[in-house]
């Protein structure tokens, strides 16, 4: 047999034939993910750098690309973070798996360091030419401009052409990929798809974007919030194996294990210490130093800590968008007419925390949303839009298991619901579990779907308020015309065939809107009370607000826009000219709160309403 | 049988529209409450013969949701009353464009128009609900479907609308049948000759075989052709053979479950969608003949396992399944023969057809009819 040389290859050689592994598998592809790197490390950016992100987006078309059917396309991704010291630019943009972010367990966007130099690596094999990058620090008079290009053989970032230039903003970065590719814009793929997520997901975000042949178009941040990204937690012991928690040790140096154990874990207390030894495990190991120990020790006290019941992780490093903010987010989609939103109290899925928000929105524009077709679904990973293979995805698995038609959406059998709906859903966490390196799909693992499903329940319960006031609404409105067509032709065609005197017919025509009139009034006193009880579910929010409760996360309810029509008063005004009677308003209706009320479907009512169940 | 009376239904009407008047002026909610044609309201004895409506009954009330179809009700009321009162006669789906004539010509009653046949279709059954009457006593005629008869020793005498009386011997019509009509009320049954039996076979086809073949020659029978599941003609037909020839009746048919639920047992004991006219529509009478399970073995038939995608007839199964918990035809012990043959069905799950005796002797093609006639002579059917 004869003996074949082994050789070994470096990260960067690996990734530079495997790029369809993380983003780069078609040509439409490549745009996007090249986009959505170079905004992903924007907005990171500019958070850690605790500014609000104004980020400006240019996509153009520069003509035929080197591959066969692409073409040569201009990306280029500015920001007004703190921008990045010279030295460190070649690493950023040129190196795989060179993060400042890796393992640290923060809910960045980025994490592993590897779609950046991805992108500057595609440049290079379809252009020739990598990342040009322009970075200017606060420290730094001038900005550095260079291209960045990845040393393929070695993994390391090249810096060409570098020359100092002058630059019209104190801090930030600019990056420009010429790249071969195809550009996308609409479909859930598209450019626009993602960068009106972004927009969603973001509301402290200002971002300016041109398009090809388009205008530069401008999304105004709707908060001046910034995102506190909180600081990662030490790790929980039940979420290492063995040789990652003998490396754990390493970080510590000399310590006695028992004090390694309480510093270097998440949960661990004298009272767990306790545990471990009643468990069984000898005193004198756990009084050893961690340099000192052994593999066998490792193993020993490794067993006994997983035997040992702990806390589950903490939550206090996960992110949350805020309803509020998600509430403003929500009007960037379009118009409109009402929408529901949610944010979860963190938890525990997987022993990883999770923080799951949701926003459901009925849309006014059908052409862009078909009220025949399936609902839009909007996922997002730790704030970054995903884009394909949805199919698979714990999202879309939790969409489908909910039983939407309980809150009056169509649902065809274990699928999506139908109707001019936005789903959004926003899945926070360090350590979201995706099931490709390109981070497209999240993984459904059985408690993460059951907690995505609980938020959209609660978002669906919510938005079925405002839809049964239209259906009852509507129910009314349907009432009131029947009694109007039909009861004159009922009672002539019955005394036409019974040849009865007109007498007798007036009579029979005041009998039956007496009748019938009965009916009338208990579908608008159904739909007074449907009005009343959406109020009260609203109003109950905004008085635990006025009290200073904490368990409630910002509650309140605000109209931005209200119905045209007073419905409870106009129903009640025709049904008594039907019936030739008053008939009594209640006291709210009398009031104008109807103002407020009632929402036929075909009526646009821009309710912003929410609560926070989640948090309670 | 309910006498043939033109003031009937007029009288009727005018009751329900009377009562609906008087609760109107007194502001009462008129409840309307009409026999509910159901399996779960169907009802056998022996001694009857056929399936008969139980005590259920299906509520109306007039209130907003149910004013509309009320509404219709009474203006489709108005026009079969007007056609009974000419003797005009229509099928439904005339009287479905008659009714958008109506609509078309009174933009007042625009609210009532109709979508499509099968809306004016409920309400034309919604009446003959609430008057418990049949559709023909309206007027309205299906089409005479099926029924073909031919005898060499039959006559019908029929009475005319105007009273005169028309004559017709089967033996002079040559090879054309005598076509029933949907309302065998009006005519007359009477024999040449003493006639041995009636044969009523599932296929048209088959029956004109049979005929062309000179079964009627050799025998005194009659020979009727099914055409499928019977339409009113063909059952008012038969319970016309029955009653006034007193003759013996077999039915020859497939043996699969969808023929003797669907054909068979309406034939024999009307259906549940028709409990209130069953007794008109049914001739109890009627024996199995076949083709019956042990023929298959007795002749080496050929037969065929019932196919998958045959949707039919896997219905039919599920569906024979079904009628032996809750049939009370089928449940009956004077009917055990036939659940017997359902049971055979559901676990055999073959078929066979009715045609299937031309495989017996291929070149003789008298050969279905001896078979036929040598099972009446024996006793061999259900």
């Not at chain 1, 000898?282 to 006994?304: C, M, N, Q, W």
């Not at chain 1, 499903?453 to 239209?470: F, K, T």
Request: aromatic share 6%; glycine share 6%.
């Amino acid at each position: 047999m004869a003996t074949q040389k082994i050789t070994s290859s470096s990260t960067a050689e690996y990734f530079s034939k495997n790029l369809q592994q993380v983003g780069f598998s078609s040509q439409t592809k490549a745009v996007l993910t090249t986009l959505k790197e170079s905004v992903d490390n924007a907005l990171d950016a500019c958070e850690d750098g605790g500014l609000l992100p104004e980020v400006s987006v240019e996509i153009e078309k520069l003509g035929a690309g080197s591959l066969k059917s692409a073409d040569k396309i201009r990306i280029k991704v500015e920001d007004n973070g703190p921008g990045i010291h010279a030295d460190m630019i070649a690493a950023v943009f040129g190196e795989y798996l060179a993060s400042s972010k890796f393992g640290r367990g923060r809910c960045s966007r980025g994490q592993q360091g590897i779609g950046i130099s991805a992108a500057t690596t595609w440049a290079q094999l379809t252009n020739a030419q990598g990342a040009l990058v322009i970075s200017k620090t606060k420290d730094m008079r001038k900005a550095v401009k260079a291209f960045v290009e990845v040393d393929i053989k070695h993994n390391k970032g090249v810096l060409k052409n570098r020359e100092t230039i002058d630059w019209d903003r104190p801090t930030g970065v600019s990056v420009e990929f010429v790249i071969d590719g195809r550009i996308m814009l609409n479909g859930e793929g598209g450019l626009l798809s993602y960068l009106n997520g972004t927009a969603l997901v973001n509301p402290h975000l200002t971002l300016k974007y041109k398009l090809p042949d388009e205008e530069w178009q401008t999304i105004e941040r709707v908060s001046n919030v910034i995102p506190q990204i909180p600081g990662a937690t030490e790790p929980h012991p039940h979420t290492m194996k063995l040789g990652e928690f003998i490396a754990h040790s390493h970080l510590f140096g000399r310590m006695k294990a028992s004090a390694w154990l309480r510093k270097g874990f998440s949960r661990v207390s004298d009272g767990s210490i306790a545990e471990i030894k009643k468990a069984g495990l000898k005193s004198s190991l756990l009084e050893k130093h961690v340099d000192a120990l052994a593999e066998p020790d490792f193993r020993g006290i490794y067993t006994a800590i997983q035997n040992t019941p702990l806390m589950a992780p903490s939550t206090r490093s996960v992110l949350t968008i805020g309803e509020e903010a998600l509430s403003k987010a929500v009007s960037r989609l379009g118009s409109v007419d009402f929408f529901s939103v949610v944010t979860r109290k963190p938890t525990i899925c997987d022993f990883k925390p999770v923080e799951v928000e949701v926003a459901v929105a009925r849309m006014l524009d059908s052409k862009q949303y078909d009220p025949e077709s399936g609902v839009t679904v909007l996922r997002f990973a730790n704030r970054v839009p995903l884009q394909f293979d949805k199919s698979a995805c714990a999202i879309v698995k939790a969409i489908e298991t909910v039983n939407w038609r309980a809150y009056g959406l169509q649902q065809p059998k274990d699928s999506i619901p139908l109707g001019p709906y936005v789903v959004a859903v926003s899945v926070v966490s360090p350590f979201i579990k995706f099931k490709n390196a390109s981070k497209e799909t999240i993984d459904a693992s059985d408690e993460l779907v059951e907690e995505i499903r609980r938020a959209l329940i609660q978002a669906g319960q919510r938005l079925s308020r405002h839809i049964r006031r239209e259906e009852k609404a509507n129910a009314l409105e349907e009432k009131l015309r029947y009694i109007e067509q039909f009861c004159p032709i009922l009672v002539e065609g019955i005394c036409r065939i019974t040849k009865a005197s007109d007498s007798r017919k007036k009579k029979a025509e005041e009998g039956i809107i007496k009748i019938l009139g009965r009916d009338a009034r208990e579908a608008e006193k159904d739909l007074k009370e449907a009005h009343e009880s959406l109020e009260e579910h609203l109003e109950s929010g905004a008085v635990k607000r006025a009290s200073g409760d904490e368990d409630v996360i910002d509650t309140h309810m605000e109209h931005l826009k209200v119905g045209k029509q007073e419905a409870p008063r106009a129903a009640a005004k025709r049904l008594a000219k039907i019936s030739e009677k008053p008939v009594a308003l209640s006291k709210s209706a009398k009031a104008g709160k109807s103002k407020k009320s009632v929402t036929p479907a075909n009526q646009e009512v821009f309710d912003f309403a929410k609560s926070a169940g989640g948090r309670k | 049988m309910r006498p043939s009376n033109d003031d009937l239904i007029p009288k009727l009407s005018k009751d329900l529209c009377l009562r609906l008047l008087e609760d109107l002026e007194k502001a009462r909610r008129p409840v309307l409450l009409a026999t509910k044609c159901a399996l779960d309201n169907a009802k056998y004895s022996p001694k009857v013969g056929y399936l008969t409506p139980g005590s259920k009954k299906v509520r109306t009330e007039l209130n907003v949701s149910s004013v509309k179809k009320m509404s219709r009700a009474v203006f489709m009321l108005e026009v079969v009353l007007r056609n009974i009162d000419t003797g005009a006669v229509n099928t439904k789906r005339e009287l479905y464009y008659i009714a958008k004539g109506e609509i078309k010509h009174n933009p007042k009653l625009k609210p009532l128009d109709f979508a499509d046949q099968n809306e004016s279709d409920d309400i034309i059954d919604f009446i003959c609900e609430m008057l418990e009457c049949y559709r023909e006593e309206l007027n309205c005629y299906a089409n005479d479907r099926g029924g073909q008869t031919y005898s060499q020793d039959l006559v019908v005498t029929e009475t005319m609308t105007d009273g005169t009386k028309a004559v017709i011997d089967l033996s002079k019509l040559g090879t054309s049948p005598f076509q029933p009509k949907n309302r065998p009320q009006n005519l007359k049954l009477s024999m040449k000759k003493k006639i041995d039996f009636a044969l009523i076979v599932e296929s048209e086809g088959t029956a004109n075989t049979l005929v062309a073949n000179g079964f009627t020659r050799r025998h005194n029978a009659i020979i009727m052709g099914a055409q499928g599941v019977p339409s009113n003609a063909v059952r008012g037909w038969a319970k016309l053979i029955q009653d006034q020839l007193k003759v013996p009746m077999y039915f020859f048919g497939d043996l699969d479950a969808y023929t003797m639920q669907n054909i068979f047992r309406t034939l024999k004991a009307g259906s549940a969608a028709s409990l209130i006219r069953n007794s008109d529509y049914s001739a109890p009478d009627v024996k199995f003949l076949g083709v019956l399970p042990e023929d298959i073995k007795k002749y080496e038939l050929n037969d065929y396992p019932v196919k998958e995608n045959d949707a039919q007839e896997v219905r039919a199964l599920k569906k024979a399944d079904d009628a032996l918990k809750n049939d009370p035809f089928f449940q009956d012990r004077r009917n055990k023969g036939l659940a017997a043959i359902l049971h055979w069905l559901l676990k055999n799950k073959r078929r066979c057809e009715q045609q299937a005796y031309f495989s017996v002797n291929p070149r003789d093609p008298q050969m279905p009819e001896k078979i036929i006639v040598d099972k009446i002579k024996k006793g061999e059917f259900v």
